[in-house]
């Protein structure tokens, strides 16, 4: 997807409890979901990869994310937001 609807209030309501640094890495992550349109990888490594988190403060924010907004399942990191976007995209085109 090369757009995805942000809403503001709904954002705002769920996320105003993050830091500065996890804002940013949940939007990373959630860019990173969106673009390739898959769950985010389940591999720790490959998921600090694909976001660009370096610094030990960098990866504890990409874990706090994880814990708060998403769900391990077999395939990836899931989003509920996130697949419902993507599903309605897909039925659209």
């Not at 960098?58 to 769900?71: N, T």
Request: a negative charge; proline letters at 3%.
């Amino acid at each position: 997807m090369n757009y995805y609807p942000h809403h503001i209030g709904d954002y705002a309501k769920d996320a105003s409890h993050l830091t500065m640094l996890e804002d940013g890495a949940y939007r990373r992550m959630m860019d990173f979901y969106y673009a390739s349109e898959k769950p985010l990888p389940l591999e720790r490594a490959a998921l600090y990869r694909v976001v660009r988190a370096q610094s030990k403060a960098e990866r504890g924010a990409i874990d706090a994310v994880l814990k708060d907004f998403f769900s391990e399942k077999v395939d990836g990191w899931h989003h509920k937001r996130c697949d419902e976007e993507i599903e309605k995209a897909k039925d659209k085109s």
